[in-house]
């Protein structure tokens, strides 16, 4: 099993282009996350989507969307990227019941300049 | 508003020592906390989970307690070993289990 796999790995992009971040599971979790890391602030939940056609707002939502496109793939997109949201993008994925353990994707480094 | 604070410096301790990490909260009442580990470079992997209903939880060289009156939750590891150098993230869930709040983390050193 590959787990929870991201591409791309690195981006760079200029202010105001977009782009979309793909995030795939195979361990047939119910549940996905995407999150960004920042230094000092830890992970911050930007969206979840708690089962397949569901999704919802994390904590820091505005600037993005998303999609669950199937059980499999839940993917983050940026419309009109901002220097603000240069980060690390990590997508996660739950069965959303019991220790509600999450597994990880090595994450995305996106740099907007 | 919802807050987590961990140890923001490094702790560094000598290998066989027990590392013990804090992870305090304010102005939340999570149905669960969990812990997981982070290397450098890489996404966290899940350690432990404990309920609020549960004092103390095992596995294997870790120990996590959870006391909600203080807000407050402290992770050991007994035996520390080189290898168990990475940051450790506390993470506070609600009764869903889906809004996930993560600590900034600890960054853990054994020395060997």
């Known amino acids: 099993n590959a787990g929870v796999t991201q591409t791309p790995k690195f981006q760079v992009l200029k202010t105001g282009q977009s782009m979309t971040l793909q995030c795939a599971q195979d361990?047939?979790?119910?549940?996905m996350y995407w999150y960004r890391q920042d230094p000092g602030m830890g992970l911050r939940l930007i969206y979840y989507?708690?089962?397949?056609?569901?999704?919802d707002k994390g904590e820091v939502p505005n600037g993005y969307n998303v999609s669950r496109l199937n059980k499999r793939e839940f993917s983050l997109r940026l419309e009109s990227a901002a220097p603000s949201q240069t980060s690390v993008y990590f997508c996660?994925?739950?069965?959303?019941?019991?220790?509600?353990?999450?597994?990880f994707g090595p994450g995305t480094r996106l740099t907007v300049t | 508003s919802q807050k987590i604070e961990q140890n923001s410096e490094a702790l560094n301790i000598q290998e066989g020592k027990t590392a013990t990490l804090t992870c305090n909260y304010t102005?939340?009442?999570?149905?669960?906390l969990q812990w997981y580990r982070q290397d450098p470079g890489r996404g966290p992997v899940f350690l432990l989970l404990?309920?609020?209903?549960?004092k103390e939880k095992r596995k294997e060289r870790l120990k996590v307690t959870f006391d909600t009156t203080l807000k407050q939750s402290l992770f050991h590891i007994t035996a520390s070993q080189p290898a168990d150098s990475a940051t450790y993230l506390c993470?506070?869930?609600?009764?869903?289990?889906?809004?996930?709040?993560f600590g900034a983390g600890t960054r853990l050193f054994v020395k060997a």
């Open positions: 989507s708690a089962s397949e056609g569901t999704t």
């Open positions: 404990i309920r609020e209903n549960e």
């Open positions: 993470a506070l869930l609600n009764t869903g289990g889906f809004k996930t709040i």
């Open positions: 102005n939340y009442s999570p149905a669960y």
């Open positions: 996660a994925s739950s069965t959303g019941t019991s220790l509600y353990e999450q597994y």
């Open positions: 361990m047939n979790h119910n549940s």
